[in-house]
Structures are given as C-alpha cells and as structure tokens.
C-alpha cells in the first residue's frame, strides 16, 4: 500500500469550495495530498511512466474543469479517482496492443536491492518485481478494484462508486485479484513466515 | 455465523470495515473453523506482502500542471468563469461578520434620521412650575382683601398687610434688618419667597423652619409665615398636630386673614379627625367673615349633606 502524507485539517471538501472560489493555494494543497496516489495508481494501470505522467495532470485537470460544478456529496477523493479510472480506461483503448504494457519504470536500481549486495537483498527486489508483475498481469477489471483499494485507498463502496459495479461484484473481483496475488507470492519465504 | 457469510465478510474483516460485532462473530467463526482460518491467513498474508513500491510523479510535475492549470481556467466558459466571481463574492455575503457590520450601518443609517443637531435659541421650550400644591390649592390667601368700612371685623391697624400690597419704602425696616443676623438669609421678602418657594417644592421641615424664624422676626408678613410654618406642621406630622399650630396662629394674630384661614384649615382638619361639631364650630365662627364667609357656608352644607347621608343609610 502506499502511504499517502498525513490529511491536513482542512477537508478536501472545503479545500474544493476555497478553489472554487478562485484560491489557487487550496488545489496546491489537494495536488500535493494526491498526487503521488493519482500518479501510482496511473502508472500500475499504463505501466509507463510517459503515460502516467501525462495522464496524472489531466486527471488533476479534469478536477480543474469540473470545480465549478463540483459535486460536494460525492468524496473528493472519490470523484478524483472516477476521473482517473476514465482516463485509465481511455487510454487503454486508444492504445489496444498495450505497447506500453511493459515493466513499468521501477526505482532507481542504487535505490533497490542494493545492487545485489547480498542475497536477503536480492530476495527483496524479486518479491517486489513478482508483485508488480502479478499486478501488471490482473485482468483489468481486478486490477481496477485492487488498485483503487490498495493505491487510492478507497472502501469497497467507493470502489462501487467509481466503476459503476455493485459492491458485491467488486469484493468478488478483489478476492479474485488476491487469489492470483497468493499464486504469484506463495512460493516466497516472506509469504510463508506471513502465514504464521 | 456459517461459511457462507464468512466468505462475504472476509474481504471487510481484512480491510476493517466491519462493525465491532461482526468481527467479534467472525473471530469466532475463525476460531471453530479450520477452512475460516486458513481463508483468513492467506488474504492477509497476500495483502501483508503485496504492497507496491511508491514511485514519485517526476520533478517538474506541479509546476507543469499548475501552468496548465491557469490556462484551463483561462479557457472554461464564461458562464462557469462567472459562476466561480458569483460563487466568491456569495462567500464573502455569506460571513457573519460582513452581516452583522451590514446590519450595523444599516442601523447607524436609520438612527441618523433621528439625530438632530444642537437646537436653536427660538425653538427651546422653557416650562416653569406654577401654582401651589395639590392639597392647597384653595390656600392662597386672599392677598386683596377689599378694605371695607361695612367689614364686620376691622382689621387692626397693626396688620400686617405688606403681603397684599407691595412694600412701601416708607415701611420701617429696621426690625427686619435687626433680625436679620440671626437668619443666613435677611428676612426680607425674598427670605419669605424663598421660603414659599421651599414649601411648594414639598421641603416641609425647611419650609417649617424658615417660617417659623420669620414668624418670629417680626416680618411684615409674619402672619403668613405662621400660618404656612402651621401648614407645614400639619404636613409633616398631620392633621392632630396641625391643630394645635392652626390654634397659636389665631392666638397670635387675631382677627388677621392668616388667623381666618387657619380657621378655616383647622375645622378641615377636625373633619378628617372624625370631629364634625369642631368642625362646624370652626365653620361657623368663619360666617362672619366677608372673605371666608362662602367657603364656611359651602363646607357646612357639605357636612349636613353628609350627616343626612349618614342618617338616611342609617336604618
């Protein structure tokens, strides 16, 4: 999961209400508690950074466009991702053979494993390079559901919000993405001392 | 709980969505089953380790959306452009300070219709008290009294009629002066108005008082002074102790229209102490006089009315 930096006082509701009423500082404020989410859960969907990064700001535009007539009943957080997941979805049409469906751009390879430093390391990039992959590899209706759970931090009701599903379908969904997930993990000792 | 609901609430046990009794019945479920348990452990287990590496947007990411942030704004219609100016200034109606301060200058405003400057010299309104207090209304004293010949009782050439006549400069004044050390006031006739003036204003013991020293300085008005020292005497103590101070007055000068109308307020007196043939006595003394002569008849018809009321009711 990703940790997203602590919610300030203020709502994002009332942050969106302040835009709304021409303060620029307040959807600085929403961009920088969001950003790294919107972009993750992007690029784990495109898995190229290009993409993610270009796809990311127009999510954030979209949020732009709609403040005038912004919904307050609906979570901001909700409704930033419903525009992330259209986008996700777009493009993955426009782009059908999924040239860009390749490895996503991992950390800086001095940031991860240590260069092969030692084998405890190299464990560590490997489990972390099969979770990507097995992610990478759901189908994208799972992959939706795990992604919007997982990276946006959205309950099962919100995810139902966001890809027009009832909540039922989108918990079938999650158990399925986990049980690929388990496949993919369960031959690790981590996964085994997980178990305990 | 059965295996069925369990594997619906799996996922919400997981993630912490259920409420306290459900999970304490899930825990239970887990506890007596095996399949339960095992479920369990490989979900969290997953989700333990399944967690993506976080990779930061690049560099230049706000800066390059916050510039394409101004030109969007730029390029939103006009009616939305509008209602973000609409929806700023309704925030700002909206505070409760900029009501209340409204509120106030509408009052400021409204109240300044009332406010007139200092007003002129011509438009001022001086009211000056006049007349005597209500219970004595028909006390003022008959300051004329007509001299006349065919007057049953002559008055006493020693009189003192300076209080129905303005004071001749021949009037000696030589006892008044003489007194006049003994009072912070000379005892002149401005000590008497002063002395009135103090008595209509209620101030009965200063009244009394100042009388009484006038009374006794041998004033051109002394019979008057001790008639209102005995009318305030009357005021402050009543109608029981008013009698005797209407007494002295006839003593001390009689046949003087201050001795009359003492009288006259004496027989009042005995009528409200309950004494009507006192008070008839005192009426009927007064029939020989010009001046009180018809307010004494009127105040006996009034008391045989009375007294034929009273014996009319009487069965």
Known sequence: MIQTSEREEVSDQALMLRYQRGDRSAFVTLLRRYQVAVYNFVLRQLGSALSADEIAREVFLGVV???????????????????????????????????????????????????????????????EDSIVSAVEALPDDQKDVFLLREVADLSFSEIATV?????????????????????????????????? | MDSDKFDRIVLDLLYGELDELTTA????????SARARDIYAHFRATRQLGVLPAHTPPPDFEAALLAREARVLAELPVRHRLGRVVSKLAGYAMRPQLIMAALLLLMIGSSLMFVRTRPALHSAVQVTERGAPEGDVDVVLPLTPPPSSSAPLAMAPSEPRAAVKPESPATPRGTDEANAGAAPDAPGQDAFEQALQIYRARGYVEAQRLFE??????????????????????????????????????????????????????????????????????YE????????????????SRLANEQAAASGATP
Not at chain 1, 75 to 88: C, E, K
Not at chain 2, 25 to 32: I, L, T, W
Not at chain 2, 285 to 300: E, F, G, I, M, N
Request: hydrophobic residues 35%; glycine residues 6%; aromatic residues 6%.
């Open chain 1, 65 to 127: 466009r709609e403040a005038p007539r912004f919904d307050y009943e609906t979570p901001f957080s909700t409704r930033l991702f419903a525009i992330a997941h259209q986008l996700v979805r777009d493009e993955r049409q426009r782009m059908p053979s999924r040239q860009l469906l390749q490895r996503g751009p991992s950390a800086p390879e001095s940031s991860r494993a240590g260069a092969g430093s030692s084998s405890r390391l190299r464990g560590e990039a490997a489990l």
């Open chain 1, 163 to 196: 890809t027009r599903q009832s909540e039922t379908a989108v918990k079938i969904q999650m158990q399925h993405a986990l049980q690929r997930l388990r496949l993919a993990l369960q031959d690790f000792d981590e996964y085994r001392r997980a178990l305990r």
């Open chain 2, 25 to 32: 019945a899930a825990k239970r479920h887990m506890e007596q």
């Open chain 2, 213 to 282: 020293r006038l009374s006794r300085s041998g004033h051109t008005r002394a019979a008057e002074a001790a008639f209102y020292a005995a009318l305030s005497t009357r005021n402050i103590k009543g109608c029981a102790a008013g009698l005797s101070a209407f007494a002295r007055v006839s003593e001390r000068f009689p046949s003087s229209p201050a001795a009359h109308d003492a009288v006259l307020r004496a027989a009042r007196c005995q009528e409200q102490l309950g004494n009507s043939d006192g008070a008839r006595s005192g």
């Open chain 2, 285 to 300: 003394s007064l029939l020989r006089v010009p001046t009180h002569a018809r307010r004494a008849q009127q105040a006996l």
